[in-house]
């Protein structure tokens, strides 16, 4: 009498080793203790998404702050969604964000550590040692159905409103005669192999998960596929074995994979293998005419992190806006410690929100801009040049034409107690100054400036020819903007908005309308960064020129 035995070594001759083999060679860590061993496991479908982005800043988080370990396995055995290179690309742009990992996947050439490989099509090995056990113990068998037979069988239960899938008395190989399996495979009936479950869907399963609390689910009794058709495990299985031989302590994944929470159970306890501790994330959302939905690759474009890096949102910014998402009590923290790095915070499950966070892009702007503000002009300048260097050549041939200049642009009502609040990413700086570049400059259609058209063009000239004639810049912003309270006097324009206001027929306009026609005679724009530092940027022969250049055209 054939026995599981046989039936184990037909389908895997070539293994020998065993799961004490693996136990021995995959030791437990020696960390210290409440250390957390956790890890990102993104499938390489293509691009980061947001909430990819989201749920491995958490993983990297509480790795570190645990002294514990963090690590990338790439989860690339659904070889039809795989997009070529698109691995090494995820570790690229993680590194963005400074989520590197201690240990793991990070490139098709390279990976560090003592618990790999680290991508899963590279473990074979390792599954076909569990699943041949399993197959031993009578937990796992071949099964011959063909996809017809699974549609047909779905179609019946379907009709007769009964649990779909292949469970119970509609598992049709589940108590397959051994010999008879043996002779199946012996003539070359394809198969694949299931897990045999022993559950129950009349009975709960009890679960404390890290975020969500006591849970009680309704346990598993389906069995489900572990090894497909090409020999490569699915992720239920592929999990169970990487994340004990890895030694993960924290499963952190999104909350889709819930649902699927009693197979995994099912199957560490089957195996048995002690169950690591489960954090079920929230999922990223959206609000879409006031429903919520998940972010959704093909209709948002904030679903990829991509669209944010091109953009030119601080990583920082973005970051901390990921953070207020992770753990309510972040921004209560950021407001009482303006001075520390969001390094510093420390990232908590009983914190977590329970149910889907909200994604919301103005906040991520308004973030970003509030932490713009207080970066040095010098670092700003190195970001920024990093990003034009990638996304917008123009800028970055203007910025490396001349960086100290570059940088006091970016200095203008900066580095100060209340800096100015003008910039949420990179890209809205150029448009913003670019007049400051001659060349640039130059474009502008200086007959098209918005005059004001009260005033007639001939006393605009007037006034820009006499700033031209009196120049003087070496003055202090108080000095500079009483020299053109002067300007305006003497031109029969207020020197004060609020006297004008009180009698607008004894005057031509007032010291606003003044410093208008040198804003866009200099900048071509009527608004442009606080006048006084453009005019000392720009300095003296640039700003005669400029001007010069405007009075031909009145
Ligand atoms: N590869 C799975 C995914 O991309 C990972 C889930 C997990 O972290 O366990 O959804």
Redesign the pocket.
Known sequence: MADYRDLANLIFPNITETIEDLEKKYPKRNLPEGAKVI?????PTGFLHTG?LF?SLVDCYLAHQSNGIFYIRL?DTDTKREITGSGEALVEQLKTFDIIPDEGYISEEAELGNYGPYKQSDRSHIYNICIKHLIEMGRAYPCFCSAEELAELRKEQEARREIPGYYGKYAKYRDYPIEQAIQKIKEGTPYIIRFKSMGDHNHKVFFHDEIKGDLELTENDQDIVICKSDGLPT?HFA?LVDDHFMRTTH????EE?LPSLPIHLELFDTIGFERPKYAHLPVVMKMDNGVRRKLSKRKDEEAAVSYFLEQGYPKYGFIEYLLTIANSNYEAWRNENLDKDYTDFQLSFDKMALDGALFDIAKVANISKERMAYRKAEDLKNEVKEWAKKYDKNFYNHIVQNEDYFVSILNIEREKEKPRKDYAKYSDIYPIISFFYDDVYEQIDLKQLEWNPEISKSEIKQVLEDYVENIELNLSEEEWFNSIKELAVRHGFADNIKVWKKDKTAYKGHVGDISEFLRLSLSGKKNSPNLYYVLQILGKDKVINRIKKVIETL
């Not at 890890?39 to 499938?43: H, K, N, Q, V, W």
């Open positions: 890890r990102f496991a993104p499938s990819s749920v989860e992720y999990h499963i952190t994944r999104g994979w």
